[in-house]
C-alpha cells in the first residue's frame, strides 16, 4: 500500500503531490512508531530488523522537523529501503505465527 502512493512517480511529480506527501509521511510515522515500541517490548526481536536506529529516527524527520523534511529522500527511501523492511517484517511475523 505504502509504495503505491509513489507508483510512477519521479521525484518532482512526488514534489508536486501534496496528498500522496501527506499520505506517505503519515505511513512513515506510523511504521516509525511500530517499530519504535517493538523495540520497548522485545529489543531482541527488534533488533532483527535491518537499519532499526535509521528507521526510526527517519520518522521524527517528519514528525518534528517538517519544513527541513526533502521529499525527494522520502520518496527513494520508500522505494529502497521499504521493501526490505516488508520482507523482514514478513519473515518475522511468519516465524512468530508458527511458533
Known sequence: MTQSLVEGMDASAYATNLMAQAALERKVEVIGEALNRLSKL??????????LPRIMAFR????????????????????????????????????????
Open 42 to 51: 522485545d529489543a531482541t526481536l527488534a533488533c532483527r530488523v535491518s537499519d
Open 60 to 99: 521524527n524527520q517528519p514528525i518534528h522537523g517538517h519544513a527541513n523534511l526533502d521529499v525527494g529522500t522520502v520518496c527513494t527511501v520508500v522505494r529502497t529501503a521499504l521493501p526490505v523492511l516488508i520482507d523482514e517484517t514478513r519473515a518475522l511475523l511468519d516465524e512468530l505465527s508458527a511458533a
